[in-house]
């Protein structure tokens, strides 16, 4: 079965809706990582991916770190990004999640052409050997998937 990837920021959390954001990352502070909201409705995602669990396909995360950052940063970060998980899709028990340095190619984590990537950047979409979908319809198209 399919593994079914998604990124964090800009695709569940809205990282970019935090006010301040960029100069929150840029002086070192993980707190947009920490309250940013969901941007799908994640209890009806929680189900989709649990049933899909359930059906074979594993479930993950590959995310970036932020840009320029440093080791005690991305610790931080990486934190911060799996409380966040925890947090808001606590049912669902994640296969796996990659917090890896930002530009890290998402392809990487692709093991078959099956393989499901959801991504707000058309960059790591294009370069998804599998199929990929961007941010518009997560819960539509996994009801066609689980």
Known sequence: MAKIMFDMDGTIADLYGVENWLEYLISGNPYPYMVAK??????????????????????????????????????????????????????????????????????????????????DEEPNRNNWSGIAYDVNDIIGVLRGVA
């Open 38 to 119: 969901p941007l799908v409705r994640l209890n009806v995602l929680a189900r989709m991916l649990n049933k899909a669990q359930r059906n074979g396909h594993s479930i993950g995360i590959v995310s970036w770190l932020a840009k320029n950052s440093n080791d005690e940063y991305d610790m931080l970060v990486t934190e911060a990004k799996k409380e966040w998980l925890k947090k808001h899709l606590k049912s669902v028990n994640f296969d796996e999640i990659n917090i890896v340095p930002y530009g890290t190619p998402k392809q990487n984590f692709c093991e078959t052409a099956e393989d499901i990537l959801f991504d």
